[in-house]
């Protein structure tokens, strides 16, 4: 009798902080997938953003925090890239394959919201997320088999299209906090904005020089897990005589 009472008042300890609006901070990773559009769907096919970070929640519902991704996608598809390569020769005479790959890396801060619709408590609901950083992608070309001349530094600069900017980023999606603090993740669709400005000052394959900035857009879908730092709870013993 007195260990059923005793775990059932330990249980509901444990459970009400969670079923009420929580001020937390949590750790997260998260990943997805985004699609090209514009003029950016011409040169990548699919991206994928995979990272983590830091972020702070109030009882009231407001996020903000901080991220960091790595950005790498499928094949290159810009009409005429690294052409003048072909026939591709190695050092030692061997004609390599040799694959090119979009890559970049995104950090930066966000602001966001919890709307709680019901269940499981008022920390789960809809969520918006308006984010902004730095962002700089590149194209990685590698080579199977001998080393390559016409990549090898400092050559390759002339094909890697290196850009650096700021970006914006707009998620809307799901979040759930459990009751026993063992599932917590969130999920949705996410649009990303890149304004970048080319670094390179020539580019060998198509003989031109890069001015100005572009724009890469991408659509897609992202999902994290994330991790409450909830503080130590102070227990009450009852002493049974």
Not at 147 to 161: N, T
Not at 178 to 184: F, L, M, P, T, V
Request: proline residues 6%.
């Amino acid at each position: 009798m007195i260990f059923s009472l005793l775990g059932a008042h330990f249980s509901a300890l444990s459970q009400v902080p969670q079923m009420q609006r929580v001020s937390v901070s949590s750790i997260e990773v998260s990943g997805g997938f985004g699609l090209p559009i514009g003029p950016f769907s011409e040169r990548v096919s699919v991206v994928y953003p995979v990272g983590g970070g830091f972020f702070r929640q109030s009882a009231k519902g407001w996020q903000w925090g901080a991220s960091a991704h790595f950005v790498f996608g499928e094949q290159i598809k810009e009409p005429g890239f690294a052409s003048n390569l072909l026939p591709l020769i190695a050092g030692d005479g061997s004609f390599p394959g040799i694959a090119a790959t979009f890559q970049g890396i995104m950090t930066g801060g966000w602001l966001g919201k919890v709307l709680p619709i019901g269940k499981p408590n008022g920390n789960s609901g809809f969520a918006l997320r308006f984010g902004a950083g730095y962002l700089s992608t590149w194209y990685d070309l590698r080579a199977s088999g001998g080393l390559i001349p016409q990549l090898a530094a400092p050559y390759d600069k002339g094909y890697d299209r290196l850009s650096t900017g700021f970006y914006l980023s707009q998620w809307l999606g799901y979040q759930l906090m459990s009751n026993n603090q063992s599932i917590n993740f969130y999920f949705g669709l996410e649009v990303v904005q890149g304004f970048q400005e080319h670094l390179r000052v020539y580019q060998y394959d198509i003989g031109t020089l890069p001015t100005g900035f572009r724009s890469d857009v991408w659509i897609g879908l992202k999902a994290g897990w994330f991790f409450p730092l909830y503080p130590r709870s102070k227990r009450e013993y009852i002493d049974f005589k």
